[in-house]
């Protein structure tokens, strides 16, 4: 029977040319990558606008529920 | 003694296995469904009536979100729990008897809707997944989905009773984190569910026998979807699980964060059920007031995914350098592309994060008007459930197969194929979908093509979005094909005694870091409830308040006129009453709190 995987886990494989540990890693591709990302999101928010909002009449939530609720 | 799963734990091997070819069963049934809907919407090939596009669509979305999705994960979850306890489940019986109820479940539910083909038989269920009264199926339908969800209620105590006895034995062990992440999803699932039994056993079941004659649309819709937004995350959460305990591993790296990982699973618990009202936007009768509600707690909901974004493409940065990888976009060449579990997860990871845009418009109140009930929706949740679940489903099966039959995969270039041809079909299909969506296409339609009406495009046509979408999904038919092409060899192969062993990945911050308070079950359980009674007590009580408890009219029942009539009269009273005067301390809590 194995042991608690988490042992056996750690172990490095095969592919593994370098061990890095907590302290030392520092995900900064990670950042790139989600920074990368928030930037299309914000691109596709500004597009949305021209796709959906200048073709066609606004949509209007009826402002007063909402801003009964909120005042 | 090998390190296999199958091995270690044979008896849990077979109930795995039986919930995985059940799964893949509705997967193949689903994935013919699928393709015939396609080819007959676009006009590509019509060779049934459009009458029965119906049924088609229903067996679709039931077999795939429902039979295909939890059959797989009850698996997952099985294995989970006893490789992360390392021990066996209490009691090998009681588990056939959950799969044995959630199979009979299914069998009369799917009976129900496939009868709908024929005459022959007075009998059918052709009410698509939402079953939105006033459609009305056969009792059989309703009969068989208390019937299969009952047998995930006993599955959950089933791993309950693994962790309560593991705890016995090591009572101050923090919970292994797969454990953690089956409980906390089924305790979510538990809260959720409660609202389509409501739906189903208060309301529809009893219309369909013909016991009470009408029913309040309204309200039954809001059960619905009490239920029907945290069914995404019902199968989510088994995504999610894969990504952190997994692909970690096939990365080869660690989880970053053992912590960060129990706070987002949490963070589901609490805030996945207080939400369904965001799919009701366009529904009349329920206060704006209330959909403004439940759009800022969707928005809420951004945060655990976003967590997820981060944790998870952190684990496999940590992976990637560790295999040498280097600079800001470098490291990713150093992933192992040629693994198709890795690769199949991966991919599905990315057109999660293109659903977390579309996402984002469905979720804002007046954004969600342009694109309510268009095929935008229908891209938008293949690229959720139909590619973030089920393309890491698929991909994981070629990991765990070989786990659960001990034989090894049939190809491992098929399987590498399998998960690109899906992904690029998927690009097609979805990203036609959401367009045409925007020009206002529906979805529900067999024939979303009008005399003297043509749908303005400003970029393409429709012509060219009906192709992409024929395209994408006749790609979509070939990966499946592929994807049982090698779940059958892999069947056929013999046993193999060349397998990886049943691990999963370690963490590089584990559990020690999290803060105790993270496995208080019960605390998150309490606060979920609350969240839930907070966002859904008023909506309901203003709906029967409008619309009556069984619909418009206080309805004389044929058998119990007396006592029915009271007590949907007192309940109506009550909740009127108790609905002002709850509304008169909230407006004024509100505007104190404003102020
Ligand atoms: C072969 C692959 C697939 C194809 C070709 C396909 C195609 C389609 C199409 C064209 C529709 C829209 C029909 C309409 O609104 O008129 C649809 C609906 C749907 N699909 Fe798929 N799909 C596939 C795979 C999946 C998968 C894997 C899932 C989930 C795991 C899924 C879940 C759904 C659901 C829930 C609906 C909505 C049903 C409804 O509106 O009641 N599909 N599919
Ligand atoms: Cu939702």
Do not use: C
């Not at chain 1, 750690?10 to 591709?29: F, K, L, M, W």
């Not at chain 1, 790139?32 to 299309?40: D, E, P």
């Not at chain 1, 939530?61 to 909120?70: D, R, Y």
Request: net charge negative; no cysteine.
């Amino acid at each position: 029977m194995s042991q608690a995987t988490e042992e056996s886990a750690s172990e490095p494989s095969a592919e593994t040319i370098r061990e890095i540990g907590h302290d030392e890693y520092d995900p900064v591709g990670t950042f790139a990558l989600i920074g990368l990302y928030f930037l299309i999101l914000v691109f596709l928010w500004f597009f949305m606008y021209f796709v959906e909002f200048l073709g066609n009449d606004p949509t209007v939530v009826s402002g007063t529920a909402v801003v009964v609720a909120l005042v | 003694m090998s390190n296999v799963y199958i091995d270690q734990f044979p008896a849990e091997a077979k109930v795995i296995r039986a919930a995985f070819y059940s799964s893949f069963l509705a997967l193949a049934l689903g994935g013919v469904f699928g393709i015939i809907q396609t080819l007959h919407r676009t006009d590509f090939l019509r060779f049934m009536d459009s009458v029965d596009y119906y049924t088609v669509l229903t067996a679709h979305g039931v077999f795939l979100v429902i039979s295909f999705t939890i059959f797989f994960l009850v698996g997952i979850f099985t294995w989970a729990v006893t490789t992360s306890l390392d021990r066996g489940l209490e009691d090998i019986r009681f588990t056939w008897g959950w799969y044995s109820l959630m199979a009979i479940g299914i069998t009369m539910t799917g009976v129900a809707i496939l009868a709908g083909f024929t005459d022959a038989i007075d009998m059918s269920a052709s009410v698509l997944f939402t079953f939105y009264a006033p459609l009305q199926a056969h009792p059989l339908f309703y009969l068989g989905l208390v019937l299969f969800v009952v047998g995930t209620w006993v599955a959950g105590v089933d791993w309950f009773r693994s962790w309560w006895a593991w705890k016995a034995e090591n009572p101050d062990e923090r919970i292994p984190l797969p454990t953690f992440m089956v409980l906390t999803t089924m305790l979510m699932w538990y809260i959720a569910t409660l609202g389509v039994a409501a739906a189903i056993l208060l309301f529809l079941l009893p219309w369909s026998l013909g016991l009470i004659e009408t029913v309040n649309p309204l309200l039954t819709r809001t059960l619905f979807w009490f239920f029907g937004h945290p069914v995404v995350y019902f199968w989510l959460m088994p995504a999610y699980m894969m990504w952190y305990v997994m692909l970690p591993k096939f990365s080869g790296g660690k989880l970053f964060s053992d912590p960060l990982a129990r706070v987002v699973f949490v963070l589901f618990l609490i805030l996945s059920v207080p939400t369904g009202i965001h799919h009701q936007y366009l529904d009349p009768g329920i206060a704006e007031g209330f959909k403004f509600i439940a759009m800022t707690n969707t928005m809420f909901l951004l945060l655990p995914s976003l967590l997820t974004a981060f944790t998870v493409v952190a684990s496999m940065e940590h992976g990637a350098r560790q295999r040498g990888g280097e600079g800001y976009f470098g490291w990713l060449k150093a992933l192992p592309w040629r693994d198709p579990v890795f690769t199949g997860m991966a991919l599905a990871g990315l057109m999660f994060a293109a659903a977390g845009f579309s996402g984002m418009i469905n979720a804002g109140m007046n954004i969600n008007y342009l694109v309510h009930n268009t095929f935008w929706v229908v891209g938008h949740f293949h690229l959720t459930v139909g590619t973030a679940v089920a393309l890491t489903f698929m991909a994981v099966t070629y990991w765990f197969l070989p786990q659960v039959t001990g034989k090894a995969l049939w190809s491992r270039s098929v399987a590498l194929g399998q998960v690109v041809v899906w992904f690029v079909g998927m690009t097609f299909m979805s990203n036609a979908m959401h367009r045409a969506g925007l020009l206002g296409v529906p979805r529900r339609t067999a024939e979303p093509q009008y005399e003297g009406f043509e749908f303005q495009a400003a970029v393409g046509s429709i012509g060219e979005l009906d192709a992409q979408i024929a395209l994408g999904g006749v790609l979509l038919t070939i990966s499946l094909g592929m994807f049982f092409a090698n779940v059958v060899g892999t069947a056929l192969n013999g046993r193999s005694d060349d397998l990886p062993a049943n691990e999963y990945a370690g963490a590089l911050s584990g559990p020690d870091d999290a803060p105790l308070v993270l496995d208080n079950l019960k605390l998150w359980t309490a606060i979920a409830v609350v969240l839930v009674i907070f966002a859904y007590t008023f909506p309901l009580l203003s709906i029967i308040d409008r619309g009556g408890l069984f619909g418009p009219e206080v309805i004389p029942f044929p058998l119990t006129v007396e006592s029915a009539t009271t007590l949907g009269f007192a309940l109506e009273t009550a909740a009127s009453t108790s609905f002002e005067s709850a509304g008169e301390i909230a407006t004024s809590a509100l505007t104190a709190v404003m102020r």
